[in-house]
């Protein structure tokens, strides 16, 4: 496998893995932080009985979801850089597709765009075919 197709593919799943924890993370993680619970910074709602361990600022969806997901977007922003110089994008380009992994669903369709648009350059530009094995 070529070092193109690897780093791409690499790309696509850590652009859902990122996404899906994004997600976790502002839906589920940080409302339970700061919304619910008699302890939380800004507290919506009595956290449900025999789960108030889960909600307030010691909650551990915290730990199970934030923290992942931080160490998970770095590993993202070095395969976006990985592609990048692979496949020449610019700086701006790259910096969109890196930004969006910080916004909940936007990774998700940048990632469609970016699939798309190299599939359009590879129908566009097919690679040479590879010479035949002489025996």
């Given at each position: 496998m070529d070092s193109a197709r690897v780093s791409f593919?690499?790309?696509?799943?850590?652009?859902?893995v990122t996404g899906v924890f994004l997600l976790g993370l502002t839906f589920v993680a940080m409302p339970a932080k700061y919304l619910v619970g008699e302890?939380?910074?800004?507290?919506?709602?009595?956290?449900?009985?025999?789960?108030?361990?889960?909600?307030?600022?010691?909650?551990?969806?915290m730990l199970f979801i934030a923290m992942p997901h931080g160490y998970i977007y770095m590993v993202y922003v070095l395969v976006v850089l990985w592609v990048?110089?692979?496949?020449?994008?610019?700086?701006?380009?790259?910096?969109?597709?890196?930004l969006a992994g910080t916004i909940p669903v936007l990774g998700f369709v940048v990632e469609r765009r970016v699939?798309?648009?190299?599939?359009?350059?590879?129908e566009a530009d097919p690679a040479p075919a590879q010479p035949a094995a002489t025996g």
């Open positions: 593919t690499l790309y696509r799943v850590l652009a859902y302890t939380a910074r800004f507290s919506l709602a009595p956290a449900p009985p025999g789960l108030e361990h889960w909600f307030g600022p010691e909650s551990p969806l990048s110089l692979g496949r020449r994008w610019g700086a701006g380009r790259t910096l969109g597709v890196v699939v798309r648009g190299e599939r359009t350059a590879r």
